[in-house]
């Protein structure tokens, strides 16, 4: 069986959609990437950019993803967005689900992957919004542990990581509905005041490492050298590709 997975990557700004754009181009719309072999599997991932609002005149998908804080507020930034579409009932139970599975908070670098909705009457459907389609899932992703600026640093590589590792792990577990679309807005890049290549970048390199399988320095490190330089090199990435000095 093929699980194809396609990330809708999208976002309100200027800047980040062009970066998007051009980390993202060899693996844009069409392109058939990111052959995995796993218990016979194969896993084509894919991406599409688009610029606007999250919800109105977005594409559909199964799962959209939240740049969360470690408790699960949400309560500012695109997580307000949020919780006024889907209401308060999903905060309450991603609290619930952090409480009892992750010992109070998400760490940056993990995801939590819940239900949108515990009750299906409680789905309100708009047919502007993501093509009319029910988003199933929420993928509760940290950025940040509190609400801080976090320019200078890795969080939206690790962030990413994380949604790519979850479905991943959700899409594996026979018991669920298979999550074959993603909606992502930008991570880190709102009050993490992260700059949009920077955050295009790290996303792109997460993807590299962890669903190209693109990891042999990653994974078989044979000194801390290597991901020394690559965290450097995420952390500190400009505009021009280069990093700053």
């Avoid at 093929?2 to 809708?8: E, G, P, R």
């Avoid at 997580?79 to 139970?93: A, I, K, L, N, P």
């Avoid at 009750?119 to 919004?129: F, W």
Wanted: aromatic share 8%; glycine share 6%; with cysteine.
């Amino acid at each position: 069986s093929s699980m194809s997975v396609i990330y809708k990557l999208r976002n309100r700004s200027g800047p980040l959609i062009g970066a998007w754009r051009k980390h993202f181009a060899q693996f844009g719309d069409r392109v058939q990437v990111g052959k995995m072999q796993k218990q016979g599997s194969m896993l084509h991932l894919k991406f599409q950019v688009s610029e606007g609002d999250i919800f109105e005149g977005a594409p559909a998908a199964d799962a959209i993803v939240s740049p969360a804080n470690s408790f699960g507020f949400m309560d500012g930034g695109i997580d307000m967005v949020y919780s006024r579409h889907f209401g308060w009932q999903m905060q309450t139970r991603l609290q619930e689900v952090i409480r009892r599975d992750y010992a109070g908070e998400i760490l940056v670098g993990q995801a939590a992957v819940i239900p949108t909705y515990a009750d299906p009457r409680e789905v309100k459907l708009e047919p502007t919004q993501n093509e009319g389609k029910l988003i199933k899932w929420l993928i509760s992703a940290p950025t940040m542990r509190v609400p801080l600026e976090v320019p200078v640093s890795v969080n939206a590589f690790l962030a990413f990581r994380a949604v790519i590792i979850a479905v991943q792990k959700h899409n594996e577990d026979e018991s669920k509905e298979k999550i074959s679309s993603v909606l992502c807005p930008g991570l880190a890049t709102a009050v993490g005041r992260m700059p949009a290549e920077r955050c295009a970048f790290q996303m792109f390199e997460a993807f590299r490492i962890h669903d190209l399988k693109d990891n042999e320095e990653y994974m078989q490190a044979k000194s801390l050298s290597a991901p020394w330089d690559h965290h450097m090199m995420m952390e500190e990435y400009k505009e021009d590709g280069s990093e700053e000095m």
